[in-house]
């Protein structure tokens, strides 16, 4: 079975530009989730997807951050415009249907992107 | 937000050393998981405690959820050049996967 995969593995963009990172879960993965890490600080939740729908947005850390996930398969997490806080690693999650907790639904994550806004 | 303070930040040690890293809260947790994550990857599922006093083996790692849940330990025994990479806690918390800042483990064969 394939993992998560997401694209770019690295994007470096100016302040100003727009950026698409996209996430392919696990076939059959109704719970796709977003996190990042800025560096320097730990894992923080942004948003999570049940299929097609926003389940939980409150990580979302202002409304330059768009997620979609049309058709419940890949998502994408569109930042526009990008400011130099945004610089991180955001990683994609994926888990089976079910209440998301590891011992029912273990999260399988990517390796995420590598952000560098200058 | 319940924080997640794990210890040491930083630990770098010689093949064959034993070793111990926290993950502590001022809050009961129904649960907590230990990921590994290396460069370049993301983290991956190591263990999910979930009974106080609770103890897990995966080879030569143990780990060990506090009798009152507010606290677990990694412990590596006959650290491997293999087990370097950044040890994370993380507990559930109202849908979402609340995360220590992480121990990055180094061994020196």
């Known amino acids: 079975e394939a993992g998560v995969t997401q694209f770019p593995s690295h994007s470096v963009i100016e302040k100003g530009q727009t950026v698409t990172l996209r996430c392919d879960p696990i076939s059959g993965h109704d719970n796709l989730y977003w996190y990042r890490r800025v560096m320097g600080k730990e894992i923080k939740f942004l948003l999570h997807?049940?299929?097609?729908?926003?389940?939980?947005e409150s990580g979302m850390p202002n409304n330059r951050f768009l997620a979609e996930r049309t058709g419940g398969t890949y998502s994408t997490l569109k930042v526009q415009p990008a400011e130099l806080e945004d610089s991180g690693v955001y990683f994609c999650?994926?888990?089976?249907?079910?209440?998301?907790?590891?011992?029912?639904?273990?999260?399988?994550f990517g390796n995420g992107t590598r952000l560098t806004v200058t | 937000t319940q924080l997640l303070e794990q210890s040491p930040q930083f630990l770098s040690i010689q093949e064959g050393e034993n070793l111990t890293v926290y993950c502590n809260s001022s809050s009961v947790f129904s649960s907590l998981q230990w990921y590994r994550q290396e460069p370049g990857e993301g983290p991956v599922l190591l263990v999910t405690?979930?009974?106080g006093g609770e103890v897990k083996k995966l080879k030569r790692l143990t780990f060990q959820f506090g009798d009152a849940r507010k606290d677990s330990s990694l412990h590596i025994t006959a650290a491997q050049p293999g087990d370097t990479g950044l040890y994370l806690c993380?507990?559930?918390?109202?849908?979402?996967?609340?995360w220590g800042a992480g121990t990055k483990l180094i061994i020196k064969p």
């Open positions: 999650a994926s888990s089976h249907r079910g209440v998301p907790s590891s011992y029912n639904s273990p999260l399988h």
């Open positions: 997807f049940v299929k097609e729908s926003k389940q939980d």
């Open positions: 405690v979930v009974t």
């Open positions: 993380a507990r559930w918390a109202r849908g979402q996967l609340i």
